[in-house]
């Protein structure tokens, strides 16, 4: 379990905390998406989270240690792959993992269990190739390797999907899915907010270093009505007319979309069909995380 509790961190120099008074936890079987534009602070909460940097007020918790006060047990259950991981350069990465077991008791070292984080990730033809070598997409499959040395129960994951392609990115979800399946609490920062959308169970929302709401999966629509989207076979100028009172009425390339219903779907079938109209298609959508991102915005700036 991780859990943040009134985190900040300013930076030397800084006028304003990069990150300030940030509560919220990432349970066990849980993966929970950071949602923030760049620059919002979501990298350096990560980074405190790992142990990087140190906060400026609050206590980062890991499995119940403190990550500034108790790095090394905290350490022990962390998985931490990073947006641009950096390993040595001229170092096999066989050998790199070696090394990086060193932090772990047991058997995280064996040849057998590194062949098979290599293999995991599709990296076990480049075992003995350098780190420098590898194109910026294995780069992170090998971070991700390495995150799984010691079978941490948290995962710390900065812009995993960054620079993976398709197939990869398939693989990652997998890799998520089957982590949280187990038991892990994952915390994923990513700009592709349509990916969070297919993955988290929870998402948390933070802008300029602070927490503007955290919401489940599924609770978007609570908070954001839907829209209504209208093709006719029979369209005409006065169609905006008829369907101005359910709504903000709109046309887009023959579609007809309204915005903020104020009626229920059956009401405009209903009145469309009295009126002679010919529906060819009517549907019903959601808002996306993006809508509701930016409706949190929105409501902190006019506040």
């Known amino acids: 379990m991780l859990r943040f509790a009134a985190v900040g ?29 760049n620059g919002a602070g979501k990298t350096t909460l990560l980074r405190v ?61 064996s040849a057998n269990d590194r062949r098979a984080l290599l293999g995991a990730v599709g990296l076990g033809p480049q075992e003995k190739a350098p780190y420098s070598t590898l194109s910026q997409g294995m780069k992170k499959r090998f971070a991700v390797a390495a995150s799984m040395l010691g079978q941490p129960s948290n995962y710390l994951l900065d812009e995993l999907l960054n620079g993976l392609d398709p197939e990869w990115i398939r693989w990652a979800r997998d890799w998520m899915a089957g982590l949280r399946q187990r038991g892990a609490a994952i915390l994923l920062s990513s700009h592709l907010l349509g990916e969070l959308e297919g993955i988290a169970d929870r998402y948390a929302f933070i802008h300029q270093g602070q927490l503007i709401g955290v919401v489940p999966r599924g609770a978007i629509g609570q908070h954001l009505p839907p829209r209504f989207l209208v093709r006719l076979a029979n369209p005409n100028d006065a169609v905006l007319a008829v369907l101005a009172g359910f709504g903000d009425v709109f046309l887009d390339q023959q579609v007809i979309r309204i915005e903020r219903p104020r009626v229920a779907p059956e009401t405009v079938t209903i009145e469309l069909s009295r ?12 808002p996306n995380l993006e809508e509701y991102f930016f409706h949190l915005v929105a409501q902190v700036r006019a506040q």
């Open 9 to 37: 961190k300013t930076y030397r120099g800084g006028s304003s905390p990069a990150v300030g008074n940030v509560t919220f936890d990432v349970q066990p079987g849980e993966i929970v998406g950071l949602v923030g534009l």
């Open 49 to 109: 989270a790992a142990g990087l940097l140190l906060p400026s007020q609050g206590t980062v918790y890991v499995e119940g240690h403190d990550v500034a006060r108790e790095k090394r047990a905290a350490s022990r259950q962390i998985g931490w792959v990073p947006e641009l991981p950096i390993f040595p350069p001229r170092t096999p990465l066989f050998d790199t993992l070696g090394y990086l077991a060193g932090y772990y008791a047991g058997e995280a070292g």
């Open 275 to 286: 009126r002679g109209y010919i529906i060819q298609e009517f549907r019903v959508e959601e």
